[in-house]
């Protein structure tokens, strides 16, 4: 009886590891700030800008479900810090392979409730420039900006693992908690035959 019981849950997860994984993929990025390159004529603001894009495909061309910029953003006079709804996206998105970003031509709007629009750019094509930039993008001040005009190079991204184990290692964690319940289970036979 207990064999039976055992081999139901061990089919399902053999199932569920050969599913094919589609989970989303988050990663931080740093852009390097370069105060010589022209940001369409805003005024530099000294400073990297960092902070995670959130729900990347995992693998594939794609853009950002949601961006949280975790870098001093006082100078920007931006209040908030978790961005989820962006009125333009241009450009081919986030091209990840392997748990790395390996290519990125993408240009993001996004509105501060004090501040108004801001734009992130990353090794946008849409300068010839090939612009990795955070800039206020509005037609009064503040008009300000950082970033740099390096192409890919100009901006690092770091793969960051979920919370959420793989399935192999579900099936290794559940395989052992079989394997207990086993021992236990056949402990447990042992004694009851030896008292009667």
Not at 61 to 83: K, N, R, V, Y
Not at 144 to 150: A, F
Not at 162 to 175: D, I, K, N, R, Y
Request: glycine share 10%; charged share 10%.
């Amino acid at each position: 009886m207990f064999q039976k019981a055992l081999l139901a849950p061990i089919v399902a997860l053999l199932a569920l590891c050969s599913l094919t994984r589609t989970e989303a993929a988050t990663f931080s990025f740093s852009i390097n700030d370069d105060p010589s390159a022209n940001l369409d004529g805003r005024t530099h603001v000294p400073g990297p800008v960092t902070g995670i894009l959130f729900g990347l495909a995992d693998s594939g061309l794609s853009f950002p479900t949601a961006i949280e910029l975790t870098s001093d953003l006082s100078p920007f006079d931006i209040t908030g810090t978790l961005f989820t709804t962006f009125p333009v996206l241009f450009g081919s998105g986030f091209l990840v392979t392997g748990h790395s970003i390996t290519a990125v031509d993408a240009l993001v709007n996004f509105v501060d409730a004090a501040s108004q629009p801001f734009q992130l750019r990353f090794n946008s094509s849409d300068e010839s420039s090939h612009a990795n930039w955070l800039i206020w993008n509005g037609g009064t001040t503040p008009v300000v900006g950082t970033g740099n005009t390096d192409g890919f190079p100009g901006a690092t991204y770091s793969f960051l693992p979920s919370g959420v184990p793989e399935p192999a290692t579900w099936a290794m964690m559940l395989a052992g908690f079989a394997g207990l319940g086993f021992m236990g289970w056949r402990g447990s036979r042992k004694t009851v035959l030896r008292t009667a």
